[in-house]
């Protein structure tokens, strides 16, 4: 029971930082019907963000945090802006490579810039710990935990209650509409990608304090980015935090009672049971 | 008519330049990119130093000429269908002399088929797993010792500690290379007092190891042994440290020896056992580098970072080679064979000797990170430095 117990909050606090991975992922794809592939690798760079102003300034990671989202959300509005935009009409296959061959140039360049070693994030507390009802809670996790969950209502507000999340959503219900309401969806898809990629910045500074970090860390992330986005739904940011959540916790137990070798098999087992049965995700509008 | 004709000639010339050109050529496909390209520069550079090295030393003497050896090493990009492919090209299209290996068990068990199929002989010193030697094959020779042994060494100090550890968890990833390593382990164990408390397998580039350590925590296990990689263990120690786990001692098939990853953990690194085949020693000495400590220091100061027993293994298939076609006086590919299996020499690695399988025998020395330091503890006659043991818990550190 005490190790169940101890599984159970380490399968929430793992779907917590899943489901920010996941956040920027769904959102892109949400509003810009873009299977974002350099998704992982747009984690891997924040991470590397993240990493220098630790070792390089010492910056504590979660000060860094920020700084990495504001320096991915840039690269993130530029390649939308001058790249993506020029795509963005294309067939889906077309959106698909390009992003793919991001993916790839972005890690060639990341190994020759910052090597292939590995990185930790490494702070004094990074190993700290506290006693929760009998389950043994690390300090960084938990942290991490709040981050992802602040990120998630924050990025919902912001869809929810301003103005340009309204744009955002209108644009991604019906772009024709939106236009005749003026809004210049150039600008508004290179916003999107920018906040999609900071919140990839966000979740790189955070993998790179609980994980370790290189440059080939990017396309497993990816995978399960994908995965946790389309079991929980692209629709709302909420979703996303369950998809999150729900495969965290199902990893773990299925690393406790079928054995860690099949966590991915079932995982991947859960994304194409959720394809069949529910395609627009767990909590998404059926159509 | 005798433009075209000069034309002719011109091409044909072209063609048999090759002939003529590239003296004893040896190819390789390691991992210059991707996943496991951390690893795969020790071999890049170490075939490299090993040439070089050779070279000016004269090169080497076959049918009463001294030959220079060249090197052609293709980027295998982490991909083992990649990697095959290119060895095919190797042989088929460049008709190198010899081929190298590459990095890891999975690439040199693929790898190696090539190597059989088209009677090419195949050093390799990247991968150790018993499945590479145990198919029959007469064209591949291995430098790692046998990965079912791995943790002899390792198992025979455990029982000499004191207090002993009584209970053991054995995790292990699910490639070639870890799965042999778990079988002989298994076995070894079993001829021991130590139980078994845990035995998992989980999966290659696993992140999370946090419903496994509550596991091992909850069962209150005195030693864990892990066969995995770098990246894993790195994960491993990490997340032990933050939930808060305290066995006796820990032991790790890779990343102990290397630099990076003591550099990656920083003080998270201490106490952690690991095992090696090869340490930078005095005493083992070399034909062409004068011993393994003047390679180790001329290794550093060329590539910039330490060599470890990958980078040793790598130069001794080098040596291997020429040592072997001296020996045939020839660079017939079957003749080259017969004489690297019955090669009998001391390098800065150690004494190569291919058993009847192909694969060397060499034993692991356990080692152990002391204060930042790679120290030695035990090896075949015994300890050599007192291990640090038990681990101090980790709120004591």
């Known amino acids: 029971m005490q190790l169940l117990w101890q599984v159970l909050v380490n399968g929430v606090l793992l779907g917590g930082l899943y489901a920010l991975m996941a956040l920027g992922l769904a959102l892109i794809w949400g509003v810009l019907n873009i299977v974002n592939l350099a998704h992982g690798a747009l984690i891997m760079l924040g991470a590397y963000v993240c990493y220098y102003l630790f070792t390089g300034f010492g910056w504590d990671p979660f000060a860094a945090l920020p700084v990495a989202m504001l320096v991915l959300f840039c690269l993130g509005y530029l390649l939308q802006r001058y790249l993506l935009n020029l795509v963005i009409r294309a067939p889906m296959f077309n959106t698909l490579l390009i992003t793919f061959g991001l993916e790839v140039v972005i890690t060639y360049l990341a190994q020759i810039a910052f090597s292939a070693d590995f990185r930790t994030i490494n702070p004094s507390y990074a190993g700290a710990n506290f006693p929760l009802f009998g389950a043994t809670v690390p300090v960084v996790r938990i942290l991490a935990f709040g981050v992802a969950l602040a990120l998630t209502v924050a990025l919902w507000l912001l869809l929810v209650r301003t103005r340009i999340g309204r744009a955002i959503r209108a644009t991604a219900q019906n772009l024709v509409a939106a236009r005749l309401y003026g809004v210049d969806p150039r600008r508004l898809y290179a916003l999107t990608f920018g906040l999609g990629a900071a919140l990839a910045g966000a979740a790189g500074s955070l993998y790179g304090v609980v994980s370790q970090i290189n440059p080939y860390i990017g396309a497993g992330l990816t995978a399960k980015s994908f995965a946790i986005a389309i079991i929980g739904g692209l629709e709302n940011p909420l979703y996303v935090l369950v998809g999150g959540l729900f495969l965290g916790i199902a990893e773990a137990l299925t690393a406790l009672y079928i054995g860690p070798t099949y966590t991915d098999v079932v995982s991947f087992g859960i994304l194409v049971l959720v394809l069949i049965v529910r395609p627009t995700g767990l909590l998404g509008r059926t159509a | ?397």
């Not at chain 2, 199929?117 to 064209?139: C, E, L, T, V």
């Not at chain 2, 001794?316 to 020499?345: C, G, P, T, Y």
Request: aromatic share 10%; with cysteine; glycine share 8%.
């Open chain 2, 1 to 397: 008519m005798k433009r075209t004709t000069l034309l002719c000639l011109a091409i044909g010339a072209l063609m048999a330049a090759p002939l003529y050109a590239a003296p004893i050529e040896l190819g390789a496909s390691v991992q210059l990119t991707g996943s496991l390209a951390n690893t795969g520069r020790y071999y890049r550079d170490a075939y490299q130093f090993a040439v070089d090295k050779i070279n000016s030393a004269g090169g080497v003497k076959v049918g009463g000429a001294h030959e220079k050896l060249s090197l052609k090493i293709l980027d295998n990009q982490s991909d083992v269908n990649l990697s095959v492919r290119q060895y095919v090209q190797l042989v088929t299209q460049d008709k190198v002399n010899f081929l190298l290996g590459p990095f890891a068990s999975d690439f040199a068990l693929a790898d190696s088929a090539i190597s059989e199929k088209y009677n090419i002989p195949m050093i390799q010193g990247g991968g150790a797993s018993d499945q590479i030697f145990s198919r029959g094959y007469k064209y591949v020779f291995g430098t790692l010792s046998a990965a079912s042994d791995y943790f002899q060494s390792t198992i025979d100090a455990i029982q000499k500690l004191n207090p002993a550890p009584r209970s053991v968890a054995l995790l292990y990833a699910d490639d070639a290379f870890d799965v042999s390593v778990a079988d002989g382990t298994r076995k070894l164990l079993a001829k021991t007092s130590l139980k078994v408390a845990v035995d998992q397998r989980y999966s290659s580039k696993a992140s999370d190891f946090s419903s496994l350590l509550s596991v091992i925590k909850s069962r209150n296990v005195d030693a864990i042994l892990v066969a995995g990689h770098e990246t894993e263990i790195l994960n491993f120690i990490r997340q032990a440290k933050s939930l808060d786990v305290n066995p006796m001692l820990y032991s790790f098939t890779v990343g102990v020896p290397s630099a990076d990853f003591r550099a990656a953990l920083g003080r998270d690194a201490e106490y952690a056992f690991g095992m090696t085949a090869w340490l930078p020693s005095k005493a083992l000495k070399d034909d062409y580098f004068g011993d393994a400590e003047q390679f180790a220091g001329e290794y550093q100061k060329r590539f910039g970072y330490e060599p470890d027993y990958h980078a040793a293994s790598a130069v001794a298939d080098v040596e291997a080679f020429v040592k072997a076609i001296e020996a045939a006086n020839s660079l017939d590919a079957a003749k080259v064979r017969d004489a690297i299996a019955r090669l009998d020499f001391d390098s800065l690695y150690g004494r190569i000797h291919f058993n009847s399988n192909g694969q060397i025998g060499l034993a692991q020395t356990v080692v152990q990170i002391q204060k930042g330091k790679l120290v030695a503890v035990y090896g075949q006659k015994g300890f050599i430095e007192k291990p640090l043991y038990p681990m101090p818990a980790w709120g004591r550190r």
